[in-house]
């Protein structure tokens, strides 16, 4: 499960499909900016852009710990 972290411990985001989006995006998908990023234009509610933002932040950052980490990227 995605989960982050909040002020009250961790929160799970899997109902959030947004979130769940980008945090697929940051994890798995393609380098590149937000500029040129499909998946991003997808969400047009201001909430929505939000928490894709923040699920990728999320993902991107799981990607770079097991990449420092040696482990599969």
Known sequence: MIREKSTGGG??????????????????GQ???FATNNSL??????????SYYRGHRDGRRIREMLKSEGGAV
Not at 11 to 28: K, L
Not at 41 to 50: G, V
């Open 41 to 50: 234009a997808a969400w047009t509610e201001y909430p929505d852009r939000l």
């Open 31 to 33: 380098t590149q900016t």
């Open 11 to 28: 929160e799970v985001r899997s109902e959030d499909s947004a979130y769940r989006s980008g945090w697929e995006d940051g994890r798995f």
